[in-house]
């Protein structure tokens, strides 16, 4: 079980990050928006559309770098054995996912 402490780290750190996530992601699609407009458009400019796609790729990046960011806060917050008590339940439920997908195959 988690302290009233590890609780409330944890509900500040998936505030602030959510904060990020949003405008991060809004980024993402922002950049998406335009190089699709760049690459449907009449003409092509394929050196705007690199340089749309590259700046495309650095939101993502960023996007993934504040997931992970929060991913190491969480193992800060609730420590070795329960990080690794998480892990196993999420692999558990991922392998059980997994069968019930091949099953309704």
Known sequence: NLT?????????AFR???????????????????????IEGKTLDENATLGQYQRLEKARVKLGTERFRFFVEIRKIIGYE????????????????????????
């Open 16 to 38: 602030k990050s959510r904060r990020n996530l949003i405008k991060l992601k809004s980024d993402v699609d922002i950049e998406r928006l335009e190089l699709e407009t760049l």
């Open 82 to 105: 329960r990080f690794h008590e998480l892990l196993a339940l999420n692999k558990h439920r991922r392998q059980k996912e997994r069968h019930q997908r091949n099953r309704n195959r």
């Open 4 to 12: 009233e402490s590890q609780i409330e780290q944890l509900d500040q």
